[in-house]
């Protein structure tokens, strides 16, 4: 006997239901199964949750598990069977969809271990060469290249790391303003240049001398085109070439990377920007990366409103990189407001790590600022009180009191007549908010890009230039 329920999960009419025998559900692969399954149910022996595949009426599979009881007559001789089929075709497709994304954060956890571990095993060589009396001068200079070298690879990591968890959250922020996207594309290509020649990797460029003018956030896009750079580097042999081509019409810029390197399969091509979708490599993984670069240059082209492609005639054909958004006119008329102006700044840097501490001093002395520093929050805020500087750069974490509390006592004492910027491990929008909330007027995440900081010093020296014309214009206008 069977119900409306089975002849719909099935596809079968009741008559065609009647005249099949148990079997006929089975495919060939599974008639055994099914005959040790028919087998039991006659015996009276009960079958609790048994997983079976059988076929609709279409062919196609349907999951089914499988429960029965014998029904006995009075003398305990099994007379009838009772079966229940439950469909559990989503449940099926749901444990494989855990089981993958399982066995993906396992070979990507295993991925990130490796990555971070390959760059320190070869700092910490760098450091016992630096360290050694032995060495001469060109080794300890090979040697310090090589810290250099490694300690961008360990910040590109982290970075990503941090970047994949923003985007996975919906959490990626973006800070727009004018920007010339030539500008971005042209710092790009001589933040890689370096890299490209060691590797012996030819770079050229096409297109870069005109002006491309957008609101955008100029670090985000600058990120986009080093890691289609990095990519590229990535899987170009030495001895070939890679190109960076712009081009726009009236109202889109559109900037490609075009590589001589070992190109994508076409079914790959689909799914190139997903998350964790990088080639698989052999054990010595000697391209590097997490393959989470393409996915956050897609996203945050996305959020810019613009596309990303990739095309490829396949395996050692190259691939190209095309990069498309939209470009506004008004932001030229913009991009040279403020400018900064060339005093130097008196800074506080309140920073408990003494390595951080002193490489940020000494970054900041090149630079020719005057730097005062602390290795606490209340030494630090004694400094900031009596010295009154323009800018004090706060770590939050300071073993006394936190940067938040130094910014609050700051800002109560001085009112805005101080800029303090934060500078912390955290960097997600909540951490961002609470920045701000506690007075602080701009937040860094650690490691701090040298160029975000530069960045971040020119906008609170051109704010404060632009409020010192707004004011004189002001006192003209009562005059």
């Avoid at 008329?333 to 800074?347: H, Y």
């Avoid at 997600?428 to 909330?437: H, I, L, W």
Wanted: proline letters at 3%.
């Amino acid at each position: 006997e069977h119900n409306e329920t089975f002849r719909r999960m099935t596809g079968y009419a009741a008559d065609e239901v009647d005249s099949m025998h148990a079997l006929d559900l089975f495919g060939a692969d599974a008639q055994d199964e099914a005959r040790q399954c028919l087998a039991a149910m006659r015996a009276g022996t009960d079958v609790n949750d048994l997983m079976l595949r059988i076929r609709r009426k279409d062919g196609s599979p349907l999951d089914v598990t499988l429960s029965s009881s014998g029904v006995l007559d009075g003398a305990g001789n099994v007379v009838r069977c009772r079966a229940i089929l439950r469909d559990v075709t989503e449940r099926r497709i749901a444990a494989e969809k855990l089981a993958e994304a399982a066995s993906m954060r396992e070979q990507f956890l295993a991925m990130v271990s490796h990555e971070l571990r390959s760059p320190l095993h070869a700092m910490n060589a760098a450091l016992q060469i630096i360290d050694s009396p032995q060495a001469d001068a060109v080794q300890r200079t090979r040697s310090d290249a090589v810290l250099r070298r490694q300690t961008r690879q360990m910040v590109r990591l982290v970075d990503d790391l941090l970047d994949v968890s923003r985007i996975t959250h919906g959490k990626l922020v973006l800070e727009r303003g004018p920007v010339d996207l030539a500008d971005v594309v042209r710092s790009a290509v001589e933040a890689a240049a370096l890299g490209f020649s060691e590797k012996g990797v030819k770079l050229l460029t096409e297109g870069l001398d005109q002006v491309l003018p957008m609101f955008g956030d100029e670090g985000r896009l600058h990120q986009v085109f080093t890691n289609l750079l990095q990519n590229a580097l990535r899987f170009t042999p030495a001895g070939r070439r890679v190109w960076v081509n712009v081009s726009r019409d009236e109202r889109v810029a559109r900037l490609s990377v075009v590589d001589e390197g070992r190109g994508i399969q076409r079914e790959h091509l689909a799914s190139i920007f997903e998350m964790f979708t990088q080639s698989r490599q052999g054990l010595a993984r000697s391209e590097g990366g997490l393959g989470l670069g393409l996915t956050i240059a897609e996203r945050i082209v996305a959020a810019h409103g613009g596309r990303i492609e990739a095309a490829s005639d396949g395996p050692g054909m190259g691939a190209t990189f095309t990069v498309a958004l939209p470009l506004d006119e008004r932001a030229v008329a913009r991009r040279g407001e403020g400018a900064a102006p060339s005093d130097k700044l008196r800074i506080v840097v309140v920073e408990d790590q003494n390595d951080a501490r002193e490489a940020l001093e000494m970054l900041l002395d090149i630079e020719g600022h005057e730097v005062l520093s602390a290795h606490d929050g209340k030494s630090g805020l004694e400094l900031i009180l009596e010295h009154r500087p323009q800018i004090a750069l706060l770590d939050i974490g300071l073993p006394d009191i936190d940067g938040y509390a130094v910014a609050a006592a700051a800002r109560e004492r001085l009112g805005r007549s101080i800029k303090l910027v934060a500078m912390s491990g955290y960097g997600q929008p909540e951490d961002v908010r609470r920045s701000e909330k506690a007075g602080f007027d701009r937040h860094l995440t650690k490691p701090v890009d040298p160029r975000r900081l530069a960045a971040a010093l020119e906008d609170i020296r051109s704010a404060d230039s632009l409020l010192v014309m707004a004011q004189s214009s002001a006192r003209m206008e009562v005059e």
